[in-house]
């Protein structure tokens, strides 16, 4: 069964601390991307990563960090730099050949920070 | 950097009625796509649409690209109460990002 997961669904941590958003992907895809959502708004991008070993910040990176060692995994760490860490956080994935255009989202986290 | 705007940002209508968002960029788009999410859920993607005035349908939803390539619109006939959720268009900027617009949430009272 082919997809993206996201562990987990609901997180709880006290300010000051930095916390982890694990994003896993089984379809094989090479680009894989973190998104922000806010109520009422749009998603906004955080960090993305065309290939292993290298990603590039989005237009909210500020206070995130990320990694890909693995094809298959991107997580996504929340440090206490960032100011308004709660949110709801979705993982996406994409593959790159011609007709490889959708993204495919995970089930999201929602992350409370207080 | 590249900007898309979608309106309304709320919409609530009666079942049965239609349903339109429009969705415009600050630039001309290669593409655009419209996705879905469902309350509580996470985005999934309808469309993709590439040439200029072109107009796609999926049952009762129509999708269209304008012919300056710089705005698109949804829009459901006849709603029903499975089509609530909030709907987003995205175009693909520079650096192989997708800029989302802001979403049309859309409530269908039965």
């Known amino acids: 069964d082919g997809g993206i997961t996201q562990s987990p669904k609901y997180l709880f941590r006290k300010e000051g601390q930095n916390v982890t958003l694990s994003c896993e992907q089984n379809?094989?895809?090479?680009?894989m991307y973190w998104y922000r959502q806010d109520p009422g708004q749009g998603l906004r991008l955080i960090y993305y990563?065309?290939?292993?070993?290298?990603?590039q910040k989005g237009d909210i990176a500020e206070g995130y960090s990320v990694s890909r060692e693995k094809k298959e995994s991107f997580p996504l760490t929340v440090t206490s730099a960032q100011k308004n860490p709660t949110a709801f956080y979705l993982c996406a994935s994409k593959g790159t050949g011609k007709w490889s255009y959708e993204q495919y989202f995970g089930p999201g986290t929602r992350l409370t920070v207080t | 950097g590249q900007q898309v705007m979608q309106i309304p940002q709320y919409q609530h209508v009666q079942e049965g009625e239609d349903f339109t968002t429009y969705c415009n960029s600050s630039?001309?788009?290669?593409?655009i796509q419209w996705y879905k999410q469902r309350p509580g859920g996470h985005p999934v993607f309808l469309i993709q649409?590439?040439?200029?005035?072109e107009v796609k349908k999926q049952k009762r939803l129509t999708f269209q690209f304008g012919e300056a390539k710089k705005n698109s619109s949804l829009h459901i006939t006849a709603t029903q109460t499975t089509d609530v959720g909030t709907y987003f268009c995205a175009g693909w900027g520079y650096g192989n990002k997708l800029v989302f617009g802001a979403g049309t949430i859309l409530r269908v009272k039965s």
């Open positions: 990563s065309q290939i292993v070993n290298d990603f």
């Open positions: 379809l094989n895809h090479d680009a």
């Open positions: 649409l590439v040439k200029s005035g």
């Open positions: 630039t001309t788009l290669s593409n």
